[in-house]
């Protein structure tokens, strides 16, 4: 029997060829690669920020940094891709990172659309109005008549929008590609207020020359739920990055830190619970029996995380507020693992 001109054996052949290619997934690539790829933002404080010796930090590189542990038990083994707001999504369709850890907001157009998923929801954010102090304002209401630098290819736009639109008061938007631009305008007093999420308009306050010389505005105007995004179809690696998020909040819940499941200087209690809670996703994913304390070993839980890269005790200032656990007035929660 021939199909297509070819040997019976030979089309069963290439059917096996092409049946282990579709089969194929990110989590496959990353380890025959033995190095993740992760597209990050092109500079934004507290979140993924590179340094003058070239070295990558933040609350989007620390995720990026978890899922490097739990795959390949080492976080250093990192490409980290910058990528602008515009070019984030196809940089993650077309194959040229393996993960997206960007301050991303999950919407219902994105997750249809786009061929992505969205793993999970790693922070809490609302989108915001960074002002000069000096003029005095206190609510965005006050904007009337004013010029609103923003950065293109995100929500922001739309967002603010509506939200004049809602309340009758016109303004006028001033796009930028890239972050920096926008700041840069902002500074120079070519627009009256900057909006951005608050978690970015924080960091961006952070760079002005005298930060205690503007203010963000108490309105916070629209759902930003920011999270590690996939490509869509992609069950296993979607699965590793989700239950990674879900393992550093699950740790903080149940106080599981750096140092109490280190391997050398941690309790021995700290580390078969860290081995229990990661056991369905080492069966079924592949992984080291201990993949959840290494991951917590070396990024800390969330709360540690956070702190590190965001809390009151950096530039950003940003309290925890709805980004608290559930335990302790905020909404994060993360689904138990056993």
Known sequence: MQKFGLPAGVVAALLVVFAGSAAATTLDDVRERDRLICGVSEGLPGFSNLDDAGTWSGFDVDFCRAVAAAVLGDTDKIDFVPLSATARFDALTNGDVDLLSRNSTWTMSRDLDLGIDFAGIAFYDGQGFLVRAIDGMTSALELFGARICLVSGTTTESNAARYFARNEIEISFLEFTDRSEARGAYAAGDCDAYTADSSALAAERSLLD?????????????????????????????????????????????????????????????????????????????????????????????????DRNLGEETALAIRRGVNAL???????????MY
């Open 210 to 306: 005298v930060p205690d010389d503007h203010v963000i505005l108490r309105e916070v105007i629209s759902k930003e739920p920011l999270g590690p995004v996939t490509r869509e179809g992609d069950t296993p690696w979607t699965e590793l990055v989700r239950w990674t998020l879900y393992g550093l909040i699950n740790a903080e819940e149940l106080g599981l830190t750096a140092a109490s499941v280190d391997p050398d200087k941690g309790d021995e209690a700290s580390r078969e619970l860290a081995a229990s809670l990661g056991a369905p996703a080492s069966s079924k994913l592949g992984l080291q029996a201990d993949w959840l304390g290494v991951v917590i070993s070396s990024v800390g839980n969330y709360g540690e995380v956070f």
């Open 326 to 336: 559930w335990t302790r007035g905020g909404i994060l929660y993360a689904p138990p």
